[in-house]
T-cell receptor, first 109, second 114 residues
């Protein structure tokens, strides 16, 4: 069945560092791919999405490109801030929504 | 601000109590979901409603009983819960339940079973 694998972390970075969180997927068909972010005490917020190969999703300085050839959807940000500290979930939507295990990011001043 | 509203935000109940969690959305979405999330884990799907009909029940124990009174509301009735049911319960909605659509989540109800 469909599945998502993401680096579990935790990841700790200094402010203004470059961020990459790896996500790969296994799916039949052509799923849509998502990144969700969960801040402490809150639900999941949709961060960005891509619906087909080579699509780039972007929001709030975060980017991810749907790479069919490598079945990947890695999340990147050029300069992280303390306020980006949260848990990030990669997800795919084929017949249903599948989440990765989540990656906890801590950004230190 | 989230467009999916869940109440209450926190709930503490004994194992013999009966309580309900409520979820409301006004985005015109026709699919609604209940998830359970334990600490440091991703959400686990419990139920899916599509056009107000239960379409998926992920083998959830009968002590959890979902209800969809109309297209904007989703309830989760709780009875005789166990301590291991303590978790964050998340409601979500999407335009439909066809694949490929993003889900919009509420902030959840944090449930503690004594």
């Amino acid at each position: 069945g469909d599945s998502v694998t993401q680096m579990e972390g935790p990841v700790t970075l200094s402010e203004e560092a470059f961020l990459t969180i790896n996500c790969t997927y296994t799916a039949t068909g052509y799923p849509s791919l998502f990144w969700y972010v969960q801040y402490p005490g809150e639900g999941l917020q949709l961060l960005l999405k891509a619906t087909k190969a080579d699509d780039k999703g972007s929001n709030k300085g975060f980017e991810a490109t749907y790479r069919k050839e490598t079945t990947s959807f890695h999340l990147e940000k050029g300069s992280v801030q303390v306020s980006d500290s949260a848990v990030y979930f990669c997800a795919l939507s084929g017949n249903d929504m599948r989440f990765g295990a989540g990656t906890r990011l801590t950004v230190k001043p | 601000d989230t467009e999916v509203t869940q109440t209450p935000k926190h709930l503490v109940m004994g194992m013999t109590n009966k309580k309900s969690l409520k979820c409301e959305q006004h985005m015109g979405h026709r699919a609604m979901y209940w998830y359970k999330q334990k600490a440091k884990k991703p959400p686990e799907l419990m139920f899916v409603y599509s056009y107000e009909k239960l379409s998926i029940n992920e083998s959830v124990p009968s002590r959890f009983s979902p209800e969809c009174p109309n297209s904007s509301l989703l309830n989760l009735h709780l009875h005789a819960l166990q301590p291991e049911d303590s978790a964050l319960y998340l409601c979500a909605s999407s335009q439909g339940n066809r694949g490929g659509q993003p889900q919009h989540f509420g902030d959840g109800t944090r449930l503690s079973i004594l």
